[in-house]
């Protein structure tokens, strides 16, 4: 070290240690706060405002700490926070969409049409709410992909709410062949949903007889759930159905194709041959 950085060394000495002491304990001790924040509130209030209690807190800190040691370092506040709002206004023309996102965001954060954690469809999206934001809102996705969507998007247009309400109802539409009894199949659907213990009592499971199909008669079966019991009810009610129907003969149709060459295409040639073996008729 030469001497003269020995000097300035010395003569900073003590706002080198304040800056540093500062920094090094004022921003863990953020992160800190944030964490004891969650952790407190985490059963008195939403997701989504302890995400933005915490991350208001974080920042503002930080911004105050900067400051601090800004200010320690000799640089004029008042100069920089004129020098700060002259390029905040030139940034504010040029960030327009900018500031449409955060005026929705704002929106969405007074109205809560959803919360961290619940399902989301909007649009081709779909996912789980992952965090709220000023600008955008992030969904995770079931294949664990992160999808952002800005905030103005959502307030334009309509999206569904998948878990807003704690039961939901899940809609099966079942197709049986013509020859099946429809009272019949309406009492085993029933049967299915009593013996599901996924499935709830009240509201009682939703059967209709929607009408006739091309090649079927079709129904819809709508059994009610908790929304956290998706997943569970869908395999066990799918595979259910499939067992019930083939012990008591009911057949599920599939769609039937007839193949057709047209007029100007010869028919395909068939010829009835004596087999070798058994000496009895073989279609060629």
């Known amino acids: 070290m030469t001497e003269s950085m020995y000097e300035w060394f010395s003569a900073y000495k003590g706002r080198i240690i304040y800056c ?23 059963k008195k209030i939403s997701e989504q405002s302890i995400m933005l209690i ?14 601090m040691v800004l200010q320690k370092c000799g640089v004029n506040l008042g100069t920089l926070l004129g020098a700060a709002g002259i390029a905040g206004v030139a940034i504010g023309f040029a960030s327009q969409t900018s500031l449409s996102n955060l005026i929705s965001g704002l929106f969405l954060i007074g109205e809560k049409p959803f919360e961290v954690g619940d399902v989301l469809h909007a649009g081709s999206d779909h996912g789980v709410v992952h965090s709220v934001g000023l600008l955008s809102v992030q969904l995770r996705t079931f294949n664990n992909q992160l999808i952002r969507i800005p905030n103005e998007t959502l307030i334009k247009s309509s999206f569904t709410n998948v878990t ?10 079942i197709g049986v062949a013509y020859k099946e009894d429809t ?16 499935c709830l009592d ?3 499971p939703l059967v209709i007889f929607k009408g006739f199909g091309d090649s079927a008669l ?27 129907f083939d012990a008591e003969g009911i057949e599920i149709p599939f ?16 010829h009835v041959v004596p087999s070798p073996d058994t000496q009895s008729g073989a279609v060629q």
Not at 23 to 41: A, D, Q, S
């Open 218 to 244: 079709e129904f819809m079966f709508g059994p009610w759930f908790s929304k956290t019991d998706y997943i569970a009810l869908r395999n066990s009610l799918m595979t259910e159905i499939k067992k019930r």
């Open 164 to 173: 807003r309400f704690p039961i939901r109802r899940m809609d099966i539409p």
């Open 255 to 270: 769609p039937h194709r007839t193949l057709y060459a047209g007029e100007v295409t010869k028919p395909f040639p068939v």
């Open 202 to 204: 009240e509201p009682e």
């Open 20 to 42: 540093v002491l500062l920094l090094g304990l004022g921003l863990p001790l953020l992160r800190m706060v944030g964490y004891l924040i969650k952790k407190g509130l985490r």
């Open 54 to 67: 915490t991350k208001g807190v974080v920042y503002t800190g930080t911004t105050i700490v900067i400051l």
């Open 183 to 198: 009272e019949r199949v309406i009492r085993i659907l029933k049967e299915i949903a009593d013996a599901n213990p996924y």
